[in-house]
Nanobody, 124 residues
Framework: QVQLVESGGGLVQAGGSLRLSCVVS????????LGWFRQAPGKEREFVAV????????VYADSVKDRFTISRDNAKNTVYLQMNSLKPEDTAVYYC?????????????????WGQGTQVTVSS
């Protein structure tokens, strides 16, 4: 059974930083494409970042480019999202996801397994 468990969310002031973690079990982590998504109240879930199996050339949403960094540690079965220069509009529940993907995908429908989410709140 595949499980994804996120952690690291919280309340932070605008301009601050947070690092989210997601531990994946029940799947061969090193061969998995991993994505981060977020969902704000009243909005659809949206793509944030994705990292491929080789960890090169991650893809970011334009709204987070140059502020967020996705990385992975295959030894720890963990994917990270370092978030810097946070803005109030980054407030959302953040989810990590994976699935039977061979390439980096930005659409939610491509992902089969999801974590429970972690709340990030950025105050102005």
């Amino acid at each position: 059974q595949v499980q994804l468990v996120e952690s690291g969310g919280g309340l932070v002031q605008a301009g601050g930083s947070l690092r989210l973690s997601c531990v994946v079990s029940g799947r061969t982590f090193s061969s998995s494409v991993l994505g981060w998504f977020r969902q704000a109240p009243g909005k659809e879930r949206e793509f944030v970042a994705v990292i491929g199996r080789s960890a090169d050339n991650p893809v970011y949403a334009d709204s987070v480019k140059d502020r967020f960094t996705i990385s992975r540690d295959n030894a720890k079965n963990t994917v990270y999202l370092q978030m810097n220069s946070l803005k109030p509009e980054d407030t959302a529940v953040y989810y990590c996801a994976t699935g039977p993907l061979l390439v980096r995908r930005t659409d939610t429908k491509a992902y089969t397994y999801w974590g429970q989410g972690t709340q990030v709140t950025v105050s102005s």
